[in-house]
């Protein structure tokens, strides 16, 4: 291995885990989406310095396919996060832990809690559903964004 | 001399070379990523330095060539910090200002190898991306004072562990003599390599992308498409529930 890959590598590993730290501990949407286009950078790196390697042009053609897969992933990103914004007015991600229904009950704890869970109960419980699709226009407050805002607080 | 015999012994390297810098790095990232009352600046500084250089000091390998050495750190060690205070900064402004740095200096290190071409063209896009990253930043950050979203970390001790981790492990691994059977088939001096030096760079890549990889330049085509008509489609359905 010659030094210039080797130091390559060692640099791509550096930036790659600097990306991974910034993924898991951001809590900013926007940040997070620069921090995983700093792992592709990194990866990036990688193929170029294995592609001067091996003394072909396979790595940099490469690395253009990874810049068109950032492309993609930075528009649908942006877009995304900009419907998110919309819902509640805030990037933060925690926001977003649960992305089911929330009118739905949870019954994980129940399920855990009880011991048989094959008796049938006297009254069984039906699943509910969630209201889907656009709501009527009968008043001009219809909106789920201000329902929803308003549960979340 | 001392570097140089560092350099010849990374094969056997001892646990200290490998977890100093690591340990660095955690510490000051521990400092600067603390809760607001309790964050230290300057002490965290120091020590995300002390990491990176301790890294030079102990991972590092030179090649004979001088200039080459000497741009090679500059431009790994400006990504470096670049990215800590990219990582570190709490405002998201100055966090896409840390990430252009770190795209400029990743170009330069791709102008080291030989790809004049993917550094331009990565200056383009991602000069691209990093404007609409600002605006976006711009119109959707809180416009008074700092949000507490981006002054409070999640998790930072797990992330810091698994972090100092996957690190130790990839440069163990990177550290490890290449198996004697792939060094003989990898040709190890070839004279066809890309040089920085080289003014058909983009002949031979564009020949290399239309002959080698043309199923998948026509797919990655494909890809933006359908990437752009998500857009479309997102952004208007968002409207319309907003509306």
């Known amino acids: 291995m010659t030094p210039q890959l080797y130091n390559s590598l060692l640099i791509g590993a550096v930036l790659f885990v600097l990306g991974t730290l910034g993924f898991l501990t951001r809590r900013n949407l926007i940040v997070m989406f620069l921090s995983a286009e700093l792992m592709l950078q990194a990866v990036a790196l990688n193929l170029i310095a294995f592609g001067r390697a091996h003394g072909n042009y396979h790595g940099q053609s490469f690395t253009i396919f990874v810049l068109t897969v950032a492309a993609c992933e930075a528009a649908i990103a942006l877009v995304l996060f900009l419907a998110l914004y919309q819902r509640f007015n805030s990037l933060d991600v925690s926001v977003w832990h649960e992305l089911g229904e929330s009118d739905v009950e949870d019954v994980e704890p129940e399920l855990l809690a009880e011991k048989e869970f094959f008796q049938v109960e006297e009254f069984p419980t039906y699943p509910t559903l969630s209201p889907a699709g656009r709501e009527p226009a009968l008043s001009k407050s219809s909106a789920g964004t201000k329902k929803g805002g308003a549960k979340r607080g | ?243």
């Open chain 2, 1 to 243: 001399m001392l570097l140089t015999l560092f350099a010849q012994q990374s094969a056997t390297m001892n646990p200290w070379e490998l977890g100093i810098p690591i340990l660095l790095g955690v510490v000051g990232y521990m400092l600067a990523a603390a809760s607001p009352q309790r964050r230290q600046n300057i002490p965290a500084t120091v020590c995300l330095l002390g990491a990176i250089v301790a890294a030079w000091f102990t991972w590092w390998q030179l090649s004979g060539n001088v200039l080459e050495d000497v741009l090679f750190t500059c431009f790994a060690g400006l990504m470096a910090m670049a990215a800590c205070g990219m990582q570190v900064e709490t405002h998201p402004v100055y966090s896409a200002l840390w990430f252009a740095l770190v795209i400029l200096a990743t170009c330069g290190l791709f102008l080291m190898q030989g790809a004049a071409f993917i550094s331009a063209a990565t200056i383009i896009v991602y000069a691209g991306a990093i404007v609409v990253t600002f605006l976006f930043v711009i119109m959707l950050a809180r416009q008074t004072g700092k949000s507490t979203y981006d002054v409070r970390l999640m998790q930072p001790m797990l992330a810091m562990v698994s972090g100092g981790l996957l690190l130790a492990a990839l440069v163990y691994a990177i550290q490890q003599p290449v198996p004697v059977a792939s060094q003989a088939a990898a040709p190890s001096v070839n004279m066809s390599a890309p040089t920085p030096a080289d003014t058909n760079t983009l002949a031979v890549l564009g020949r290399s992308l239309f002959v080698d990889h043309l199923v998948a330049v026509e797919l990655a085509s494909v890809l933006l498409l359908v990437a752009i008509f998500g857009t479309l489609v997102i952004a208007l359905q968002s409207r319309g529930q907003a509306r």
